[in-house]
């Protein structure tokens, strides 16, 4: 497969994305190869940690490759996207749940799907260029790929924030975040994984090289974002912003009017739900809830249309705003489904 590179170098089992001109952006089949190899790699004795990287400067992963997803969606056939989203979650869960050292290598842009193939990784490496965010709002979806569970898992309300903005992380912000664990400026990248496939371990390796990020923003905005963003639904966090004349008030103002409002609000339940479960695979059985909906039910056709395909970036959301989405809608998007319910099954 040309669009992945996946071998056994030395002690590592080395899997390269290799769509730079798509900023490597995973496909189906790519996800598919992926779980294939970590399936092959868990009894290999001489696999004793996993790479994972990704050909050209301008990013890791910037997401799934939704295109395919927008045209058999919006011509009524919703069972591609279904079993897209029920085989990458399962790959999620095993990168989360494996049992050898996952290193991912994440320069540029590290988004979406990419974030699902990199951030539940045991080591999570950021440089210079690294740039991650949970963008899913912004196409009429809601965080998904175990990224809700990420985002409950981000000090404060760190989470709301960053799933109902789309804000983008650079080094320091995503190690505070919980998205990454160690910075290591890209010169010394090949040398850490010339280390790997020689057999060191990976906290020796990671050791050698990881230096501390230059502080990001986050941190200093931690009060004002906790002030505003602990409302119970997406409406109390925008009245909560309008009484407040601050630039930060203002700037995520402005973020949460170019997101889908169904979508930013059912990513604020899905993040307060995640703090109470104990497991990934609770997390992303409530994702698939809200993306198996979203095909037919939601803005998620329509945020493609205007976002990705006629780029005129005037979506026509179901809702007007932030205020006016019922709390009923949420609720409807998050029921259980049945005998449709999310499975883990091997395929």
């Not at 080094?171 to 010394?188: L, M, Q, R, Y």
């Not at 930013?264 to 479960?277: D, M, P, Q, S, Y």
């Amino acid at each position: 497969m040309t669009d992945i590179e996946i071998r056994i170098e030395g002690h590592a089992g080395h899997i390269t994305l290799q769509r730079p001109d798509a900023l490597n952006a995973l496909t189906y089949d790519m996800a598919l190869a992926i779980e294939a190899a970590l399936d092959t790699w868990r009894d290999d004795d001489q696999v004793t940690s996993v790479i994972i990287d990704a050909e050209g400067d301008k990013a890791f992963c910037a997401g799934g490759d939704i295109v395919d997803i927008y045209k058999t969606a919006s011509a009524g056939d919703f069972s591609h996207a279904r079993q897209f989203w029920t085989d990458e979650y399962r790959l999620n869960a095993k990168i989360f749940e494996y049992p050898k050292p996952y290193l991912a290598f994440m320069q540029g842009f590290t988004m979406g799907g990419g974030v699902g193939i990199s951030c539940h990784g045991s080591h999570r490496i950021v440089g210079e260029s690294s740039q991650i965010a949970m963008p899913e709002c912004g196409i009429g979806l809601v965080p998904d790929v175990g990224g809700s569970l990420l985002l409950a898992l981000a000090p404060g309300r760190l989470g709301e924030y960053l799933g109902t903005t789309t804000t983008r992380m650079k080094t320091d912000d995503a190690i505070f975040a919980g998205f990454a664990d160690h910075f290591v400026p890209e010169e010394h990248w090949p040398a850490l994984k010339a280390d790997l496939v020689a057999g060191l371990g990976a906290d020796a390796a990671v050791a050698k090289v990881s230096q501390s990020p230059e502080t990001g923003t986050l941190r200093a905005l931690q009060p004002e974002i906790d002030a505003h963003f602990g409302g119970e639904t997406l409406a109390d966090i925008v009245r909560a912003l309008k009484h407040s004349d601050s630039d930060f008030a203002k700037d995520a103002l402005k973020k949460l009017s170019r997101v889908s409002p169904l979508g930013a609000a059912c990513a604020v339940e899905l993040i307060h739900r995640a703090r109470t479960v104990d497991s990934i695979r609770k997390a992303l059985e409530l994702e698939y809830r809200c993306t198996y909906r979203a095909v037919d039910d939601g803005d998620f056709v329509e945020g493609i249309r205007a976002l990705v395909i006629d780029k005129d970036k005037s979506p026509q959301w179901k809702h007007d705003s932030a205020e006016s989405v019922p709390d009923i809608d949420v609720a409807r998007m998050l029921m259980p489904l049945g005998d449709n319910i999310l499975s883990f099954a091997e395929r």
